[in-house]
């Protein structure tokens, strides 16, 4: 996958799709999931949405190169309340929204615990971005975005951004970015089995006759 990939948003669905990724999205209360959630699938904000009690999906699909993607996105609940009974949507996810509101320190301090959370419930495999969302409130900002790009990096993670459910800045990009990766992961794995179920038929013993 490149950046010349030609990829699309879908409003509606055109065909089966060819695959399904689970995101998941978790972090505190109030940073903005629900919101960052609302604004992929509908491209709409509004200020206030009902507390996410356990988990909510929603689903979107997008088009690369001609394949239809879809994209199960699960919102989490970020009250304590709900944390033994939230993990169980954990399992199974490609990927994992990480955010915190860049004009809260303590959501970002947070971090680690949701980080462990992650690693507990999910295979090591998973894509976790980190997200600093709340951007357009630049001037209550108290997480750099230096602080952010270093959590990325010391903790390894997929990518880092700093997105804006209220203006839109950043969140359609960061599930389009997502897809691409899964999907291009999943095309190489297809590839890589298709190549070796070859070989393993050209080193099968020839039958010679009858025995
Ligand atoms: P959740 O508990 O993490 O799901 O948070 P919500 O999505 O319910 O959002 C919590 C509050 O933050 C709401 O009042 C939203 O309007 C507000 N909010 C969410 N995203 C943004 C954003 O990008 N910018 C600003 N300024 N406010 C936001």
Known sequence: ???????????????????????????????????IMVRAVKDEYKDNYEVTVGAESSTFFIK???????????????????????????????????????TRKETFEKLDVWLSMLKETTTPDIKIVLVGNKKDNDKERQVTYEQGKQYEQQNGLFDFVETSAKTGE????????????????????????????????????????CC
């Open 1 to 35: 996958m490149t950046d010349t990939d030609k990829c699309e948003v879908l409003k509606t669905v055109e065909g089966i799709p060819e695959v399904l990724f689970k995101i998941i999205v978790v972090g505190e209360a109030s940073v903005g999931k629900s919101c």
């Open 170 to 209: 950043g969140v359609i990009n960061t599930f389009i970015k997502v897809a691409k990766a899964l999907f291009a992961e999943k095309q190489h794995v297809n590839s890589k089995d298709e190549g070796d179920t070859k070989k393993l038929e050209q080193a099968k013993p020839k039958k010679k006759g």
């Open 64 to 102: 690369i190169n001609g394949n239809i993607v879809q994209l199960q996105i699960w919102d989490t609940a970020g009250m304590e309340k709900f944390r033994s009974m939230i993990k169980v949507f954990f399992a199974g996810s490609h990927c994992a929204l990480l955010v915190y509101d860049i």
